[in-house]
């Protein structure tokens, strides 16, 4: 199984992420009890994957998954809702109020920080 990072995320359409009638639907797999909030890059070609500290209880992973991408893309968290897989790890989302392009470059830029601080401490 392959693993995308920001290197070649700018190269290439983005898998998880297309414009709906209604907004902007993404695709997501997340992994619940993790170390810290971060997205980690395309799970499976299809999704973007996520890791979040909040375990999967009572919703917690989910509205700790909602205020992430909102801090992310700079959106008020009431503009992203969970369409399916509210006790899945597959998560379907839908995101009003953000064009197709500012999503996807608001990840690709969070990639991009992410993987040249990755690089920084590798180099130290």
Known sequence: MSKTTSSNLSRSRLPFLRQGKEGILLRLNIQPRASKNEITGIHGETTL?????????????NSACIE????ILEIKKSQIEI???QKSRIKHLKITG???EEVGGK?????TQ????ISIKVDM
């Open 68 to 71: 992430f991408l909102a801090n």
């Open 49 to 61: 994957k996520i890791r979040l500290t909040s375990p999967p209880v009572e919703g917690a992973a």
């Open 98 to 100: 953000i064009s197709l």
């Open 83 to 85: 369409t399916s897989g």
């Open 107 to 111: 990840i690709r830029k969070y990639l």
């Open 114 to 117: 992410r993987e040249k601080t």
